[in-house]
């Protein structure tokens, strides 16, 4: 982030804390909780958010070398990652073109090809069918129209982003719109992965999301983990177009009271959260970054996938450092996965409970706010209701 940005933000921050205030909307707002529970707003929502536009499925450094790849089920589709010999990032459906069966698994690195595990047609790191056993038996297959399938990809920024549909465009343009030079600064694509953490949950995918939208919570259901880090009910948010961008600052951000301005370093001092529109949130810590990826499962209303991916300046190649990463997302993990997720699968309960028709977001809860607006406006739903 530009040093004059994180002046700017923490001035704000500062101010707030003066004045024991918080970053606010005009109104309340409220949400039908159709937003959550129906199968036709799900429906639309995986048509257009998922299917329909280019997802970040990855950081750069997860397909650093050449034949590194990467895959992805997330989507309707089976997603293959990969970087071919020239350096260029590639997707493809992760289908052999002979009869259909499933390139590879997981994650891994293939060296200059990918040999299917049925009959072991072969292609390279570009698509390229290279190799047919039993070749006289295939006369009329063209090797030159028998490539994978490929998908649009761009990256940008350390990021991957791929259109699960061919004839949809890769960039995430205007998508990012205001945030290109900021995200590029945290050199994303130089990071190290360190790992991937997978678990569904039984919520909607924008229950999981919201749980990083405010602070308000942090002093009651976090009051035994990370609420004491943090100063409670006290965010700085801007959006950018669909997307967010929210300060959440440490008690340790009062240190700048006593530091000349040049000196201030607000991502020592806080945790910056984005949300990339429609699903990603990516937390940028002082020493890491996090990097959450959140799909409806199937497109349906009341459940959803979350990734948590880690990644870290430098390989954890001592047994030290390794210690040091796991005491990290342990933390991570006990703080989202025994407080706001469990919590987040109530809501859903909740709100098919009949209790109520909509719920409330405060003043308080501008991220929140934004991010709810934003897709219930790009999906058609009944915007949010002020007061
Ligand atoms: S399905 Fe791949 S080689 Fe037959």
């Known amino acids: 982030m530009l040093h004059a940005t994180q002046v700017t933000l923490s001035k704000r921050v500062l101010a707030h804390l003066d004045a024991k205030t918080t970053d606010t909307t005009a109104t309340l707002a409220h949400n039908d909780i159709t937003a959550f529970t129906s199968p036709d707003r799900a429906a639309r929502e995986w048509e257009q958010l998922f299917l ?30 990969t970087r071919d010999e020239a350096g260029k990032a590639r997707a493809f459906l992760n289908v052999c073109r002979h009869r259909g069966a499933r390139l590879v698994d997981g994650c891994g690195k293939t060296g200059r090809s990918f040999s299917c595990p049925y009959h072991g047609w072969t292609y390279d790191t570009s698509g390229q069918l290279i190799g047919i056993p039993d070749r006289r038996n295939f006369d009329g297959v063209q090797e030159a129209t028998y490539g994978l399938r490929e998908l649009p990809l761009e990256e940008r920024h350390g990021m991957l982003w791929v259109a699960p549909r061919p004839e949809i465009a890769a960039s995430p343009n205007p998508e990012l719109e205001g945030l290109d030079e900021e995200l590029a600064s945290y050199g994303f694509g130089e990071y190290h992965h360190y790992k991937t953490h997978a678990r569904r949950w039984k919520m909607n995918w924008k229950i999981a999301i ?13 009051k035994n983990t990370v609420g004491p880090v943090f100063f409670p009910n006290l965010c700085v948010v801007d959006g950018f177009g669909q997307n967010l961008r929210e300060v959440l600052p440490r008690r340790s951000i009062v240190e700048m009271h006593h530091q000349a301005e040049a000196d201030w370093d607000l ?28 799909y409806p499962v199937g497109g349906k209303a009341d459940e959803c996938m979350v990734y948590l991916e880690f990644y870290i300046p430098e390989p954890a190649t001592t047994d030290k450092a390794v210690e040091h990463w796991r005491k990290n997302i342990n933390l991570t993990l006990r703080t989202v996965e025994t407080e706001d997720f469990p919590a987040g699968e109530g809501i859903q309960v909740g709100l098919l409970s009949g209790a109520q028709d909509s719920i409330v977001y405060g003043r308080n809860e501008p991220a929140l706010q934004h991010f709810e607006k934003v897709v219930g406006e790009a999906v058609g739903a009944r915007p949010l209701v002020g007061e």
């Open 52 to 81: 329909g536009r280019p997802q970040y499925l990855g950081l750069s450094c997860q397909i650093r070398g050449v034949g590194d790849y990467l895959t992805n089920d997330d989507l309707g589709v089976p997603i293959l990652m």
């Open 267 to 294: 991502v020592e001092h806080s945790a910056i959260v984005y949300v990339l529109f429609p699903n990603i949130v990516v937390v940028v810590q002082i020493d890491h970054h996090e990097i959450w990826r959140i």
């Open 210 to 222: 919201d749980t990083f939208l405010e602070p308000y919570h942090f002093p009651v259901l976090h």
